[in-house]
């Protein structure tokens, strides 16, 4: 079976950004200062998933559940 990096798989690629988000949202409400400094720039993409995971908490849940299901059942 031959495998693909995660840009090249869909699938891979929405676990990486679920991933990514719920990351950020955990780092950010053990110490918020980590993230809050870099507002901009590069580093701002990290607060922004951070903001994304706070603000659509229901929604980050409910699609990491679906692929939660999907990796384990549907593979």
């Keep these: ?6 840009i090249f798989n869909f699938q891979s690629l929405l676990t990486v950004i679920l ?6 949202a955990y780092i ?10 870099n ?5 701002g993409i990290f607060w922004k998933c951070a903001r994304i995971g ?10 990491c559940v679906i692929m939660a299901f999907s990796i384990l059942f549907l593979q």
């Design 1 to 6: 079976m031959l495998y693909s990096s995660a």
């Design 19 to 24: 991933l990514l988000i719920c990351t950020c």
């Design 54 to 63: 706070e603000r659509k908490s229901p929604w980050v849940a409910c699609c």
């Design 39 to 43: 507002k901009t720039g590069l580093l």
């Design 28 to 37: 950010r409400a053990l110490a918020p200062s980590l993230l809050d400094k």
